[in-house]
C-alpha cells in the first residue's frame, strides 16, 4: 500500500490531498498563522469530496470528517474553550469510528470481547493512554478532564479497530486500524507538543503523522464492501 496513488485524472483529487498536507507543514513550521486556518479544515473536505464523488456510500465518513475538521479548526486556538470544543468534535469523530467498527463485529462485543486475541488490545491501549495522560497531567490544568475522556475514547477505538483487524484481516479493515493507531499516535503528538515541548518544527510533524491518518481511514470507507445502511 503506497500513499501516492497511480497520478491519472481520477486520482487528481488524492494529490491536491498530499500537496496541501506538504503545504500545512510548512505553514505551520514557519509559524504562518493564517495560512495555517485556511489549510487546515481543507484536508478533511477534500477526502470528503473524493469520496463523494467515487462512492458516497456509507454517510459516517462525512459526519465524522466533518467533525475532525471542526476539531482541527478549534483546536488552532490556545484557548480554553475553543481547544475544549474541539475535542468534543474529536470526540464525536471517533464515537462515529466505533460505530463503525461494531458493524464489522462476526460476534456480538460482550461474547469476542472474551476471547485473548481480542481482548489484548484493550489491555495494549489501556497501559498506552495511563502512561501518557500521567505524563503530561502536570501540564493540563483545567483541561485535564476533557483530555482525558477524549484520550480514553481514541483508546478504545483504537483498541477496537486492532480487535476487528485481527479478527478477520482484510484489506478494509487494515486501512482502518493503521489509520486509527497513527491517528492515536498524532493525538499524543499533539498532547506532549502543545502542553509540555511548545515546538513549531513537531507542530508541522502532527500534520505529517494527521495526514496519513485521514488518507487511510477513507481508504477503508472507499474499499470497504458495499452493505445496507
Not at 167 to 191: E, N, W
Not at 209 to 217: Q, V
Request: overall charge positive; charged content about 10%; aromatic content about 18%.
Amino acid at each position: 500500500m503506497t500513499f501516492l496513488p497511480t497520478l491519472n485524472r481520477e486520482n487528481v483529487l488524492l494529490y491536491v490531498f498530499w500537496g496541501l498536507a506538504g503545504l500545512l507543514f510548512y505553514a505551520r513550521v514557519s509559524d504562518l498563522a493564517s495560512l495555517n486556518f485556511v489549510l487546515t479544515p481543507l484536508l478533511s473536505i477534500v477526502l470528503i469530496f473524493e469520496y463523494h464523488r467515487k462512492v458516497g456510500e456509507d454517510q459516517t465518513l462525512y459526519f465524522s470528517f466533518i467533525f475532525c475538521m471542526l476539531g482541527d479548526l478549534m483546536t488552532i486556538s490556545g484557548d480554553f474553550y475553543n481547544f475544549t470544543s474541539g475535542l468534543i468534535a474529536y470526540w464525536g469523530a471517533s464515537i462515529l469510528f466505533n460505530f463503525s467498527l461494531s458493524r464489522e463485529l462476526q460476534t456480538p462485543f460482550k461474547i469476542a470481547i472474551k476471547k485473548p486475541v481480542f481482548f489484548l488490545p484493550f489491555i495494549l491501549y489501556g497501559v498506552y493512554c495511563i502512561i501518557i495522560m500521567v505524563f503530561i497531567r502536570p501540564f493540563l490544568g483545567a483541561l485535564f478532564i476533557p483530555i482525558l475522556i477524549y484520550g480514553l475514547t481514541l483508546s478504545l477505538t483504537c483498541a477496537m479497530g486492532l480487535a476487528v483487524y485481527w479478527q478477520d484481516r482484510t484489506i478494509p479493515r487494515k486501512h482502518f486500524a493503521t489509520g486509527l493507531i497513527v491517528l492515536s499516535a498524532t493525538a499524543s503528538l499533539i498532547g506532549i507538543n502543545r502542553f509540555y515541548l511548545k515546538s513549531d518544527l513537531l507542530y508541522g510533524v502532527e500534520t505529517l503523522l494527521y495526514a496519513p491518518s485521514l488518507f487511510f481511514i477513507f481508504m477503508y470507507f472507499k474499499t470497504k464492501p458495499s452493505r445496507v445502511l
